[in-house]
């Protein structure tokens, strides 16, 4: 049986990954701390430690389960966290990241997947949708935390001969995303509309993001750990859409009387983000299954289920 380690596996994407995989036939080793995580996500097949990435016993699960694939996905994911705190942020997920890898190298495992980002490493770019190539300028910690794994992996590739693919994910949405942080405005918008809750929306609502469904992210991590290629990849639709169209759409699935409460645009927020996806439609022979209203559909009707 081939074995797959996840961090990070009781997570939105990192649970829907594990899925797969058991699915596919894979043992599936699952390390995560629960940070934001929760345990109902995840497959009762999966093994799971309780464990931070930094923590040193992260030797021993290796140690023990000798995984063959390693796909990294825990992170301190809040962008405004990394400005407040950027030695927290750096530590999970500079420090932890490097933890990781340096299991992977000892344990020599086959290939190791990383969830890195295009919107935050791109920063507001000129050229629309963006390609891989664009000058990478983030515009936070959380950005050059991602950027900076990106460049390690690089590195372990060519003195060690450590094969990875690194993914720079768009917007990522669907079931399970967690809406009590501040990432996931659809997750957000849904939870506030299904319980009555008026969405609250900051700025003009014409700021633009690439988003792209999970299942379509699960299929492109899939992919990466199946190829032969390594180097990084945008995952995105490499279409643009802003925030009021994601809010048209939404109340039209939930509450088409549903009144938003409009507040100041935050400082600092991106103006456009949008990949080019066509390396990974070259490389990896991926592309979007899901257009936004068929993902939206099947967002809602998840939230709805859950409760
Ligand atoms: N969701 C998106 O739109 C998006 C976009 C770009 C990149 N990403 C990346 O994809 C990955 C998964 O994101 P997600 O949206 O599923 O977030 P998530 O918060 O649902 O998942 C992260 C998981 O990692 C765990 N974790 C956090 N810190 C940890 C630590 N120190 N040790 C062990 N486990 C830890 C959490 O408990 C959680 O289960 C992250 O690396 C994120 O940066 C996500």
Redesign the pocket.
Known sequence: MKKALI????????SHLVDRLIEDGFSVVV???????DKKNLNPKAKFYK????SPKLVDVFKKEKPEYVF??????DVRKSVEDPISSAS?NIL?SLNLLECSRVFNIKKFIF????GAIYGDANIIPTPESYTEEPLSPYGIE?LSIDKYLNYYYNIFKLSYISLR?????GSR??SK?E??VVAIFCDNMLQGKKPILYGSGKNTRDFVFVADVVNALFLAMKSSKTGVYNIGTGKETNINQILKNLKMLIDPKCKEIREQAKKGEQKRSCLDNRKAKRDLGWKPKYDLEKGLEETVNCFKNEG
């Open positions: 961090t990070g596996g009781a997570g939105f994407i990192g390390v995560d701390n629960l940070s934001t995580g464990l931070d990435i930094c990294h996905l825990a992170a301190q994911i999970t932890g969830t890195s980002t295009g991602k994910l768009g917007n990522v949405y995303q967690n942080g990432a996931g």
